[in-house]
């Protein structure tokens, strides 16, 4: 069973700045790609950033050029840079990463973004 582990949350005032790791239980080469999607209140869950096992990446319109997504292969770690954080980014954050035949979740961790 995988295991996707996020932490770093926590809460930020306006044009703030907070990294998010997803820890894998397993080496993430053997997902096909990574993502990070968030879910405020109300709201459907959306996809934030992806990154594929190659290293190319994508984001969301609403936090291009503020967010940025990594890996660390050796340390099995996917992490997501938030930058010039606004309220509208208050959502909780999930980790997902996607085999062949599987599609994994972590268990999500908040980000509040307030003054």
């Known amino acids: 069973q995988v295991q996707l582990v996020e932490s770093g949350g926590g809460s930020v005032q306006p044009g703030g700045s907070l990294r998010l790791s997803c820890a894998a239980s397993r080496s993430i080469g053997s997902f096909y790609d990574m993502h990070w999607y968030r879910q405020a209140p109300g709201k459907a869950r959306e996809l934030v950033a992806t990154i594929t096992r190659g290293g190319s990446t994508d984001y969301a319109d609403s936090v291009k050029g503020r967010f940025t997504i990594s890996q660390d292969n050796a340390k099995n770690t996917v992490s997501l840079q938030m930058s010039y954080l606004k309220p509208e980014d208050t959502a909780v954050y999930y980790c997902?990463?996607?085999?062949?035949?599987?599609?994994?979740w972590g268990q999500g961790t908040q980000v509040t973004v307030s003054s």
């Open positions: 997902n990463g996607r085999q062949v035949t599987a599609t994994y």
